[in-house]
């Protein structure tokens, strides 16, 4: 444990003995359950309702409902701008594949 840990955790103790709890909760940085079941429920929801959409032919819908923040690639970098990005322009690399 770090020290900033082992000082959270017995400021969390302290505020816990004196009856606050969720102050002692965060300090400690322990999320209540009832918060972890709200968003597995949100997820459940979400599913299926994405089912029900791509059931009745609206899939981009669908899409949408699973995967609220597409991800999306910014730029196209190539190898080469990488290298030259990180100072490395001028040095010779070479990669392959292999199988395990």
Known sequence: MTRQNIE??????AFAEAGEHETAMKMAGIRPVYEKVRSVIDFIERSFAAVGFAEAGLHEEAIKMTHPHPVVAKRNDTLDNFLETVGLGNVRVCYGLATV
Request: proline content about 0%; hydrophobic content about 65%.
């Open 8 to 13: 959270n955790t017995f400021a969390a103790v």
